[in-house]
Nanobody, 120 residues
């Protein structure tokens, strides 16, 4: 099993910044991807940003140009820097880790989530 430890989150005003970090530990085999998704009340879970092991980075359309993801594959960590936050960014942010299991199949792991609230 893989455990994900998330930190960051909280209440900020529109236009402010916030950082989220996540560390994966446990029985990690070969990391494929690591990143963040979010889910707002009544909405589907959506990609925020993720790093693929080959260096490719994906961002959700609504955060491009405002959020930046970075990390260390060797340490299984990711950092999400969120700038110019808006009320529509309010959601539970969940860390996601994908690795290859013993059969070579991709396996998904999720953190418990951290709340981000953007409100004046």
């Amino acid at each position: 099993q893989v455990q994900l430890a998330e930190s960051g989150g909280g209440l900020v005003q529109p236009g402010e910044s916030l950082n989220l970090s996540c560390v994966a530990s446990g029985r990690i085999r070969v990391m494929y991807a690591m990143g963040w998704y979010r889910q707002a009340p009544g909405k589907q879970r959506e990609l925020v940003a993720r790093r693929i092991s080959d260096g490719f980075i994906e961002y959700g359309d609504s955060v491009k140009g405002r959020f930046t993801i970075s990390g260390d594959n060797a340490k299984n960590t990711v950092l999400l820097q969120m700038n110019t936050l808006q009320p529509e960014d309010t959601a539970v942010y969940l860390c996601n880790f994908v690795d290859y299991d013993s059969s070579g199949t991709l396996a998904d792991y999720w953190g418990q989530g951290t709340q981000v609230i953007v409100s004046s």
